[in-house]
């Protein structure tokens, strides 16, 4: 017993099991009379298969711990619980074996509460959290650290806002909140709920930081596209000699890609040039994504050719990158040579490539990348890219393969169905998309916002007023569905086709929403059309009056109203002011050359 001790002391658990467990085999063969019954060997067993995940060998050790009456010993419990939570729907056994159990600890606590929210099961982490304040488990035992680090980070992901406060004024009342890594957690917990105040004011009162309160803070101001209080707050931190890692790094280059301020991203890439000899490829998947995004497609070429190794992520962030900036054709060009490459596409990079094929209309293409998806059976499985496919079709007017694609498929979320509607609308055929969205509904399928958006789309196209009216109600009546600027506009452009200009003036007088300057066009163009130049030229003054600086558009469609109406002083100053507005050309440049200079 005291040689195996030794033995699994001797391999690292944490980036080996594998080899734990095939040496723990190999040395069981032949042993059945002398069998080892060590709890702590069995203990180190099942954290291993834990690490691979290994549900077979899981419950293979444990059924080996019943076999041998180990079941009875804590720390062989805890294990099996926290390997049990951690194993996807798996939970269940979990439970049962916590339910049984006569002694429990905070640590099985904390690992039945990981579990659950694991498996997207907050309540029960959350009711399991309340017995033990209640004495459930006894009087003894106290929640932990851990046990509110774990909860406060499900908030994060359940949205649960209301219920982190409540966690954190109970961190504060036993003093936890004083923990760096309570407040971390809470840190993270007020950035990702859009609360940096809350946050920075947390960040601020902490006696003491580390390097994660600080990313955690970077990482905040990053998602919100503060890019200066991010880089801001990396310089405080260089100047208080605190040491930095990748993770800052990558933190600091979103903030730049997200606040589109390439001149930062090009400083802080220069500073990590000269702090790593070699950019790793997921800080360097990260740079190629900043470039992309702040329109210099050439620099993010240029970091993915110098990547020493260049993995999925990399390649799928260069191919997104060229699509962004409407580089079709070398997007597929980049897929040819990945697979030139032996690197395996994944649903993110088909993706890509979807909507590089939609981008340029061609049908052969879209064609070509449809073949290959079916070729490949993790692709052709993928309910995601079978409904890129029907959007793809659908924008390149094939609605018959669009339909071909969904009838197909064996699973229609209400994805599937919006994209098949959209579909449908865009190619003008208004009663074939109310008749997919009877269909959805009649399969017990809820439409969503955008579902509605685009079935008042359909009816805008197709002239089909009152069917327009009455799913207008419907989204607000039936489904609850607040009214977005969106919707309204189909309404009121639905309306004002038809020529039912009152209707459409009372519609904007009471739309939920404020409109914008896109409906008043929208409304003066309508009575120009119709020969309403009395209702036009009142709305006049409503689209001036929207923004303080009107585009070019507001005044070119004033001065067509005020010309029907023999108004010329109003046109000469309307023309006069597009004339002062509007911007010199800049000369046209090929996508050819940009990517050759």
């Given at each position: 017993m005291a040689a195996w001790r030794a033995m699994l002391r001797q391999f690292d658990l944490q980036n080996d099991p594998f080899r734990v467990i095939s040496l723990f085999k190999a040395m069981q063969i032949g042993k059945e009379n002398d069998p080892v019954t060590d709890p702590f060997v069995y203990a180190s067993l099942i954290k291993a298969c834990n690490k691979v995940l290994g549900i077979n060998e899981g419950k293979s050790i444990h059924s080996r711990v019943v076999k041998l009456a180990l079941d009875y010993n804590l720390n062989v419990l805890n294990s099996l619980i926290h390997y049990y939570a951690s194993v996807n729907g798996s939970v269940k056994y979990a439970r049962v074996l916590f339910d049984k159990m006569p002694d429990?600890?905070?640590?099985?606590?904390?690992?039945?509460?990981?579990?659950?929210?694991?498996?997207?099961?907050?309540?029960?982490?959350?009711?399991?959290?309340?017995?033990?304040?209640?004495?459930?488990?006894?009087?003894?035992?106290?929640?932990?650290?851990?046990?509110l680090m774990?909860?406060?980070s499900g908030c994060v992901e359940n949205g649960g806002y209301s219920i982190g406060r409540l966690l954190h004024s109970y961190c504060c009342k036993t003093g936890m909140d004083l923990r760096i890594e309570v407040c971390n957690t809470l840190i993270d917990f007020y950035c990702k709920n859009g609360y940096l105040d809350i946050a920075t004011k947390l960040f601020n009162e902490m006696v003491e930081k580390d390097l994660v309160s600080w990313n955690t803070m970077i990482a905040g101001f990053?998602?919100?596209?503060?890019c200066s209080k991010a880089l801001s707050l990396f310089r405080e931190m260089r100047y208080k000699d605190i040491g930095y890692d990748i993770v800052s790094f990558v933190n600091l280059i979103l903030a730049c890609a997200n606040g589109g301020d390439l001149d930062s991203g090009?400083?802080?890439?220069?500073?990590?040039?000269?702090s790593v000899e070699e950019i790793p490829v997921s800080l360097g998947t990260v740079l190629i994504n900043m470039y992309s995004r702040c329109g210099s497609i050439k620099f993010a070429r240029k970091v993915f050719e110098e990547l020493p190794d260049k993995n999925i992520a990399s390649w799928n962030s260069i191919i997104h990158g060229y699509v962004e900036c409407g580089l079709n054709s070398e997007a597929l060009r980049l897929f040819n040579l990945m697979k030139c490459s032996k690197v395996e596409a994944d649903d993110v990079t088909m993706l890509g490539i979807i909507s590089a094929c939609r981008n340029s209309g061609e049908l052969s293409l879209c064609i070509d990348i449809h073949s290959y998806i079916m070729r490949n059976d993790n692709l052709s499985r993928s309910n995601v890219l079978q409904n890129a496919l029907v959007d793809m079709y659908a924008k390149c007017g094939n609605m018959a393969r669009a339909k071909s694609v969904f009838d197909k498929m064996l699973v229609k979320d209400v994805i599937s169905w919006t994209s098949i509607?959209?579909?449908?609308?865009?190619n003008g055929e208004g009663e074939e998309a109310l008749h997919a969205f009877r269909k959805m509904c009649a399969e017990k399928v809820?439409?969503?916002?955008?579902?509605?958006?685009?079935?008042l789309l359909a009816c805008d196209h197709s002239g089909l007023v009152e069917e327009g009216q009455n799913l207008y109600d419907t989204m607000c009546k039936v489904y609850n569905i607040e009214p977005q600027i969106e919707h309204c506009g189909c309404m009121i452009d639905m309306l004002a086709r038809a020529g039912m200009l009152d209707e459409a003036n009372k519609f904007v007088k009471k739309m939920p929403v404020e409109p914008n300057t896109?409906?008043?066009?929208?409304?003066?163009?309508?009575?120009?059309?119709?020969?309403?130049?009395?209702?036009?030229?009142?709305?006049?003054s409503s689209l001036v009056g929207v923004k303080k600086s009107p585009k070019i558009e507001d005044h070119v469609i004033s001065s067509i109203i005020f010309a029907e109406t023999g108004r010329w002083n109003d046109v000469l100053h309307e023309r006069s002011t597009?004339?002062?507005?509007k911007p010199s050309k800049v000369p046209g440049k090929s996508c050819i050359s940009e990517l050759t200079d």
């Open positions: 429990r600890t905070v640590v099985t606590v904390n690992s039945m509460v990981s579990g659950f929210l694991k498996n997207n099961q907050f309540d029960f982490g959350l009711s399991l959290f309340k017995k033990v304040l209640t004495g459930a488990f006894g009087l003894s035992m106290k929640p932990n650290f851990v046990t774990v909860l406060i990053a998602r919100s596209n503060n090009k400083m802080v890439h220069v500073h990590i040039i000269a509607i959209v579909g449908h609308a865009i809820e439409p969503n916002s955008v579902t509605f958006i685009a079935v896109v409906i008043w066009r929208m409304m003066i163009n309508a009575c120009r059309v119709h020969g309403d130049f009395d209702l036009g030229l009142c709305l006049v597009v004339i002062a507005q």
